[in-house]
């Protein structure tokens, strides 16, 4: 069974810092070296939105335009781990945060439908 949990989400100031963890597991089974993973978000009222996605092998990365030179995605697959480090959060960066791996062998996966396993998401809100 494929799980993805996300966590290191909270409260942060607008251009403060924080750094999520996407813990992955179930995938080893699998062809592990075909399974990217991505980070979306979902702020209140809007669409789920495509944030950053990393090869399996992590040295293929792409990133929404919003958030290139402030975001990193990295991926430890020794520790089975995603992360996303956000530098400069803005207000309007309070959303839900989520980890996703994609169908297997598809790469760049910028959409939610590439996606098959999702996390629960984390909360990230950017507040004065």
């Known amino acids: 069974q494929v799980q993805l949990v996300e966590s290191g989400g909270g409260l942060v100031q607008p251009g403060g810092s924080l750094r999520l963890s996407c813990a992955v597991s179930?995938?080893?089974?699998?062809?592990?070296?075909?399974?990217?993973i991505g980070w979306f978000r979902q702020a209140p009222g809007k669409d789920l939105e495509f944030v950053a996605g990393?090869?399996?092998?992590?040295?293929?990365?792409v990133y929404a335009d919003s958030v290139k030179r402030r975001f990193t995605i990295s991926r430890d697959n020794a520790k089975s781990t995603v992360y996303l480090e956000m530098n400069s959060l803005k207000i309007e960066e309070t959303a839900r945060y989520y980890c996703?791996?994609?169908?297997?062998?598809?790469?760049?996966?910028?959409?939610?439908?590439?996606?098959?396993?999702w996390g629960p998401g984390t909360q990230v809100t950017v507040s004065s």
């Open positions: 996703a791996g994609a169908f297997p062998g598809v790469w760049p996966a910028r959409t939610r439908f590439e996606y098959k396993y």
């Open positions: 179930g995938l080893r089974s699998l062809r592990s070296d075909d399974y990217a």
């Open positions: 990393v090869s399996w092998t992590g040295v293929s990365i």
